[in-house]
């Protein structure tokens, strides 16, 4: 049954419907016992019912279908790449070039239900490079996606600038009040900035020079960003929140949820391999339990991530014209009791089996 | 040396020297309470609709469908009520400096650093979770950390109410990076070796096996020893009360000699002798009292559970093989990364696994390399029973014990498995089970009455009863 249904929906000659007991468009629309039509890894037309050709496969799905996860934050498939301490700011260093499409991470993230994975530098300087973003089939999709941007404290250093926060902002306004480049595109609004920062004072620091440039992007890593949700929300930032996993402080959960009720658009982050990819779900599903609604827990996981990632026009929703990059759950997707059963990427079979 | 079976036939005719229940600390009185439920989980696989549960004084009285409540009784209802869960390998409860001391004995008691006090606000989350009680472990790194305890999370319980079992496990370790031994430190006048924070080679882990399976037989040596003792002392007690009873019955004659030789002797003059008794038979010695024997006895006893933390199939192995036919000793598994590959044999020895249920990433020590969540799913299909903890690395992860346990049925588990994993098995391996881990009569009352179904994404605890009170209501949360 795998094998006949990757052929089916890998050789791409005929059309393909996939039925499922329920079709999730994104995380506020459901469609039961809905269609999926799928051609040439796209998906062509979704609905209740299909007026279908003849000839086109129906392969019954059992179980929830939604759009591919997208995880935003990884280091899947650059070990040990982008970590040369030494320069303080490398804007046109792209991840991409160091990014090895074989690596184990990529299958342990298609067993997760993830088809679009950003991949980000260490940041471990002012200005480390450019994200990639990558479909977990190992496809580049973009090799300059964002341009990564420590407001942190790991871009300090004891051996070279800036070794103080009060240099950190200095140099960074430095570098762009005579911008080439990454760092032009950034501040034109035509490359996102994905600011990276990790407390509070960070996070204030960041929002407060991104409005006086008027900086796009998103904010990564500060577990508490929610309680900022206001000054987040007027900044237009969107917010990648870390996925800490079990255990996470009910500070941080409540936060995730503040984020949500202000309306600032909001992706995970995963910093796997470390941080276990399993968590992508599981700190959803914790954000709904400190009551965050499933709709914008389901979106956190698909359509805003994907948003976040410059996807927003070919992933992240079950819609006509989008990539076919779609999982089929063995429930609910936001139940950490269900699986993904099979996993599709531009329609393609390339995780488990319809059953 | 004793013949192998000496010892064993020793404590068969003792009757064994140890209480059969030493978990049964009574809660003390309690008012009465009747829980209405649209669904009833009794034990996992078994849920009754539209049922009751009767409390009182601590203790579950009745269940069934068409109970009334005990006069006064205070009423509670909600959508779903289980038992409480337990996490059988926390680190709330004890501080972490306990949690972390790698120089602790295997009598060591991790009763003495419950503190009731700390971590109030983890506790109060781990309830609202549904969580009721845990294992609290001091040395959970150690070689030997000595022995656990089971206890209640709620806060205001008394002693007795606290402590489902002060001395419930022994906990050993082997292999563990955290716990290898590294240099020598001089701490109050001593060399104590520090734990070294590095991996072993598999015959370091061989050792550490063998080093514990020679305290296991020393404690059953200290086990024969005291039973014999005990069995020598009756003798002689019953020898002594014997040879009263004799000289009792020959008193008037025996008194009658002795006038008779006494004024004898002063006829003739002489000086009268006393006839001195002699006692023919001495007294045993006293047994000289080894406080880590004595601990070790009660895991040879089978008095309570031996859970090792053990992760690769070298020391899986060579455990297995040493503790095989070892008597009443009840092993339970903890961690098991390599051990579905035993998973057979496991399930023949009646040797259950204590999974840990936390994903881990890349940075993993050493011995989790082969962690995986399917184990769980692994090992029941094999017929093992399976506990689930949430692995000890952080006293905030038992709180999400429940959502650990649904990713593993995300990764295989039945859901009833998993559900019995966090109750009726954890339960067992804590060695608790005739207390709790069920809705059944007889059991303390630790139950928690859900919004939704316990392993549901959205569930949460509505009401929490701890040893028949109720320790946490809506208003509370």
Known sequence: MMLATFLVLALGGGDVALRADKVWIDGSTSIDKGMVLVRDGRIVEVGAKLDLDEGVRVVECQGHLTAGLVALGAKVGVADAALDPTRPAMPEARVAHALCRDDAGFAALRAQGVTSVVITPEAAKLVPGATAVAKTSGALVSERAHLSVVFGASALSLNREPTSYARQGEMLSELFARPEGALLAAKRGQLPILFEVQSKPELRRAIEFARERKLTG????????????KEIA????????????AGEPRREALAMVELAKAGVPFGFGLDGPRNPWQNLRLVAALAVRHGMPRQAA????????????????????VKAGFDADLVLWSGDPLELSSAPKAVWIEGALVHGAVQ | MHHPRAWLAAALVAGVGFPASLWAQEPAQGNAL????????????????????????????????????LPGAQEVRGKWVSAGLIDAWSTLGVDPESVADGNVTPATRSADAVDPWLQAHLRREALRAGVVAVRAQAGLAARVGGVGAVVR???????????????????????LGAGAPGGFQIVDGEF????????????ERIDMVDRLLAQVVAGRGYLVAMNEHKHELAEWKKKVSEKEAELEKDAKKAKKDRDKAESDAKEKGKPFEEKKYKEDFKKPADPRFDEDSEAWSLVADGAIPLLVHVNRDAELRALLAGLEGV???????????????????????GVAVLVNALPMGSGRSDEYDAHDLSLAARLGKDGVKVAIGSGGMSPDATRDLALLAAQLVGHGLPRVDAMAGVTTNAAEVLGVERAMGTVEVGKHADLVVWNAEPLS???????????????LAPEQQ
Do not use: C
């Open chain 2, 153 to 175: 999370l709620a806060e205001g319980l008394d002693d007795a109410q606290r402590f489902v079992a002060r001395d419930a496990v022994m906990w050993a370790t082997v292999g």
């Open chain 2, 457 to 471: 994404t959205a569930a949460s605890a509505e009401y929490v009863v701890s040893a028949g009170r109720v320790v």
């Open chain 1, 298 to 317: 389901h979106d956190g996981l698909t359509r805003t991530a994907a948003s976040i990632a410059g996807l927003s026009e070919r992933a992240g929703v």
């Open chain 1, 218 to 229: 998103a904010l990564s890593g500060a577990p508490l960003a929610g309680e900022l949700a």
């Open chain 2, 34 to 69: 009747l829980i209405r439920a649209e669904h009833l989980i009794v034990k996992p696989g078994v849920v009754l609709e539209n049922a009751q549960v009767s409390v009182k004084d601590g203790r579950i009285v009745a269940v069934g469908v068409d109970l009334q409540p």
């Open chain 2, 327 to 349: 008597g009443r000793l009840r092993l339970v598994v903890a961690g098991g990364a390599e051990s579905a590959r035993h998973a057979k044999h496991l399930a023949k020895q």
């Open chain 1, 234 to 245: 007027e900044s237009k930032l969107a917010v990648v929140v870390d996925a800490g996993g």
């Open chain 2, 192 to 203: 104590v070796q520090m734990p070294g924070q590095r991996g072993m080679d598999v015959f």
